[in-house]
């Protein structure tokens, strides 16, 4: 058994809560240069087309954590995969790819036809993961991020 398959056996995926947030932020300011704020993340749980998933673990000894998170947005056929990121304690062991998995079948069941998303120029993990999932490089968006350029990244379901 590979060490990506024991962490995820005991794991479940649910829509974010507000009670989710300071957790979230945790991940958040340790994943990304610029993390967003409080109440970005609670104006996402506001959104009528925004969907927030979380996956919690639970460690063979503890207690229930975030194992990391997602946020997309649905619009007419069309979904915006905005924000990503894995709890770095368990990063490298399959959590973010369960969560791609499960939101691009969700995104199937709710008619999308086509995926995007846009990755920082440096974060080659992130590039690749999207790679195996189909996602293509489209093209750049030039400073998008303030300090980086952003690859624009497109899937077709």
Not at 24 to 32: G, H, K, R, T, Y
Not at 56 to 75: D, N
Request: charged residues 25%.
């Amino acid at each position: 058994m590979r060490s990506s398959d024991k962490i995820l056996t005991g794991h479940s995926v649910q829509p974010m809560e507000a009670g989710d947030i300071d957790e979230v932020l945790e991940i958040e300011q340790a994943s990304f240069p610029k993390p967003w704020t409080r109440g970005m993340f609670e104006g996402e749980l506001r959104n009528p087309v925004s969907f927030s998933y979380t996956l919690k673990v639970r460690p063979e000894e503890g207690k229930v954590e975030l194992g990391g998170y997602v946020v997309l947005w649905v619009v007419h056929g069309e979904a915006h995969i905005l924000n990503i990121a894995v709890n770095p304690r368990y990063r490298g062991k399959g959590i973010a790819s369960r969560l791609l998995s499960l939101m691009l079948e969700l995104m199937k069941r709710n008619l999308v036809y086509e995926v995007f998303l846009e990755v920082r120029v440096s974060n080659t993990v992130a590039r690749d993961l999207y790679k195996k999932f189909g996602f293509r490089e489209t093209f750049v968006r030039k400073n998008y991020y303030g300090d980086e350029d952003a690859i624009v990244m497109v899937l077709d379901l």
